[in-house]
């Protein structure tokens, strides 16, 4: 067990130091903990509306910070460059993000052409198409958690991919910790973090 610990803290840090230098994208990860969190709890009670509230809120507001606010120039505080970075990132990189977003986006269309989504899920009853979208939704999340987790197994290891899927099953948690403070520094006009808690990893 020490080991995964060990390994879970490597990829948080990693995580934290190489692809979370903005401050807009740190608070967007702050509300995408929160909702992630709300998600959590209504994940019991209500997995449709989980999975409406992870995927539109959630997810949308952590990959903006991701795709349009993180830089993407030479990293000075980690001496490496953009395309190092994504190469050795052990989750989703912008690419593999992209096509799961691309998965997530088609999904309504097909939906609406094809209600019963070959034949997966049950005819239309009484249950409406925002109804249908959340399941099929949350099988996306669920599929692609379990999809790279696999395909760690087979890239590098069955505890690589085991705390990955720890780290991100928790990565609400641990962000809400980290970056709780992002929004005060962004009103303060502080668009990037200068990363001076990379001298204690």
């Keep these: 067990m020490k080991e995964f610990f060990e390994s879970l803290r490597v990829q948080r840090w990693d995580d934290h130091r190489y692809y979370h230098h903005s401050r807009i994208n ?32 959630a997810m949308v507001s952590r990959q903006v910070g991701h795709f349009f606010f993180e830089p993407k120039d030479y990293d000075e505080v980690n001496q490496a460059t ?3 970075k994504e ?14 977003l691309g998965i997530w986006a088609l999904a309504p269309c097909i939906l609406y052409f094809d209600p019963a989504l070959f034949g997966l899920l049950a005819p239309l009853g009484d249950v409406d198409f925002v109804h249908r979208m959340g399941i099929v939704w949350l099988a996306i999340g669920i599929g692609g958690l379990l999809f790279r987790t696999c395909h760690l197994f087979y ?12 780290k991100i099953l928790t990565d ?15 009103l303060r ?3 990037i973090d200068p990363m001076l808690d990379k001298q204690h990893a």
């Excluded at 740190?26 to 509306?49: K, M, R």
């Excluded at 609400?172 to 962004?186: C, G, R, S, T, V």
């Design 26 to 57: 740190q608070t967007l990860h702050l509300v995408s903990a929160l909702s992630f969190l709300l998600a959590y709890a209504l994940i019991f009670t209500d997995p449709v509306v989980a999975a409406l509230v992870g995927w539109l809120a």
């Design 82 to 84: 953009h395309e190092y």
């Design 87 to 100: 190469k050795i990132k052990v989750g989703y990189n912008l690419q593999r993000k992209a096509i799961l």
């Design 155 to 166: 890239l590098k290891d069955i505890r690589t991919g085991l705390v990955w899927l720890a």
């Design 172 to 186: 609400p948690f641990h962000d809400l910790k980290l970056y709780y403070k992002a929004p005060f520094y962004l």
């Design 189 to 191: 006009g502080e668009l």
